[in-house]
């Protein structure tokens, strides 16, 4: 690792994982072992693209568990803007409070997307839609637990992990094992440069618990989520076993290029790059999505 990541790794948080099929992705509580304090990270806002209907049901199920426990929610933390989930992070916020936490480099992701979806300069591009900017080594506290980010681009310049005493949420920069790891062909993403942040991940103890954003269930297994450093490290297709950033390179470049848009990237980049807000009404109260045309 670059430096040295002031992190409580002894605490062992409580993990609760919420799966959104649909997305194939897994939102997380975490719980403080020692206060009823908790955070949120990667929420899930539903959507029926083909409707055009957003609703709630997965946030409401983090809702309900986090009042049915009694637990005080102080963070909502998005590891990167999502090309393939919209967040439900401003929905839970309105309804439990918290702060909402990105990656600084936010302000990258939103100028590059603003110009894609021809956003006007009413866009803010600073990263003001969120309440705190995560830089490289930036803690916080959830309760008495102290929380890192550490900054992993590759994948989109603004990913980080977030690493809650013995656990790590490492957003798409890692998958399970036999998943491998995510694309890095998004604007803005370098192949190269994900290795290098992987390997930061894999530089963290052994014994790290890994908790993962997505799962597609490879050759059929059931879907799974959580993993450890030691595991990633022995078995992860694309990075383990000791393979070298330029069989890396070479591989997620070309496998890059065979791989279709996300289903969802297309209203998900609007919505994420505004912290979860759905675009302006107009002024009759009409909200819109844009499809930039051969724009991606």
């Given at each position: 690792?670059?430096?040295?990541?002031?992190?409580?790794?002894?605490?062992?948080?409580?993990?609760?994982?919420?799966?959104?099929?649909?997305?194939?992705?897994?939102?997380?509580?975490?719980?403080?072992?020692?206060?009823?304090?908790?955070?949120?990270?990667?929420?899930?806002?539903?959507i029926d693209y083909a409707a055009g209907r957003?609703?709630?049901?997965?946030?409401?199920?983090?809702?309900?568990?986090?009042?049915?426990?009694?637990?005080?929610?102080?963070w909502l933390i998005e590891t990167h803007v999502h090309a393939d989930h919209l967040s439900a992070a401003p929905y839970i916020q309105q309804e439990l409070g918290g702060k909402l936490g990105i990656g600084e480099k936010i302000t990258v992701v939103?100028?590059?997307?603003?110009?894609?979806?021809?956003?006007?300069?009413?866009?803010?591009?600073?990263?003001?839609?969120?309440?705190?900017?995560?830089?490289?080594?930036?803690?916080y506290q959830i309760g008495t637990m102290t929380a890192c980010a550490i900054y992993t681009p590759g994948h989109t310049p603004a990913c980080m992990v977030h690493v809650c005493g013995n656990a790590a949420f490492v957003g798409d920069t890692l998958f399970m094992p036999d998943g491998g790891s995510a694309r890095a062909d998004f604007p803005g993403g370098d192949a190269g440069t994900l290795y290098d942040s992987i390997q930061k991940v894999l530089a963290l103890p052994d014994d790290m618990r890994l908790f993962m954003c997505h799962d597609y269930g490879p050759n059929g297994r059931n879907i799974q989520w959580e993993t450890t450093v030691a595991e990633e490290k022995a078995h992860n297709i694309h990075v383990g076993g000791g393979k070298t950033r330029e069989e890396f390179v070479k591989f997620r470049t070309e496998r890059d290029a065979q791989l279709d848009m996300p289903r969802l990237i297309i209203p998900s980049l609007q919505v994420n790059m505004r912290a979860g807000q759905l675009p302006p009404a107009d002024e009759d109260g009409k909200t819109f999505l844009k499809v930039p045309v051969n724009g991606l």
């Open positions: 690792m670059d430096q040295t990541y002031p992190i409580g790794m002894t605490v062992k948080p409580d993990v609760t994982p919420f799966f959104d099929k649909p997305s194939n992705t897994i939102a997380y509580v975490v719980k403080d072992p020692n206060s009823s304090a908790c955070a949120v990270v990667d929420s899930v806002m539903d957003i609703t709630y049901d997965h946030a409401d199920r983090m809702i309900a568990f986090i009042k049915e426990n009694g637990l005080e929610l102080e939103q100028d590059t997307f603003g110009k894609v979806f021809n956003e006007g300069t009413e866009f803010q591009r600073d990263g003001s839609q969120f309440d705190r900017l995560f830089r490289d080594g930036d803690t």
